[in-house]
Nanobody
Framework: VQLQASGGGLVQAGGSLRLSCAASGRTVSNYVMGWFRQAPGKEREFVAA????????FYANSVKGRFMISRDNAKNTVALQMNTLKPDDTAVYYC?????????????????WGQGTQVTVSS
């Protein structure tokens, strides 16, 4: 499966952005999907993940209550709605997919990665 992330941009603190991940090659319903991010000089970190059906979601503590992951298997897309953005949310955001049925927070579990989309939050 090929993944294409989009929707990043520059936003002021407190604002919102919606990231989208479009899948091609195979239907996204075959995969657990995740979002990760990497800020300059930092390790890649888990943001959110969603089960194949969409019935189970996990979030990093730092984004819980502000971000929401969702999926539309009919449209072969996964989204990350980001609200109340903070400067600490500034990073390149990546969508990822895994063949595993486990909804994992570990990046090593994910087999396929998109190219990333930059999110910059100004203070």
């Amino acid at each position: 499966v090929q993944l294409q992330a989009s929707g990043g941009g520059l936003v002021q603190a407190g604002g919102s952005l919606r990231l989208s991940c479009a899948a091609s090659g195979r239907t996204v319903s075959n995969y657990v999907m995740g979002w990760f991010r990497q800020a300059p000089g930092k390790e890649r970190e888990f943001v959110a993940a969603i089960s194949r059906s969409g019935g189970t979601t996990f979030y990093a503590n730092s984004v819980k209550g502000r971000f929401m992951i969702s999926r539309d298997n009919a449209k072969n897309t996964v989204a990350l709605q980001m609200n109340t953005l903070k400067p600490d949310d500034t990073a390149v955001y990546y969508c990822a997919a895994t063949d595993s049925i486990v909804v994992s927070r570990s990046g090593t579990t994910y087999d396929y990665w998109g190219q990333g989309t930059q999110v910059t939050v100004s203070s």
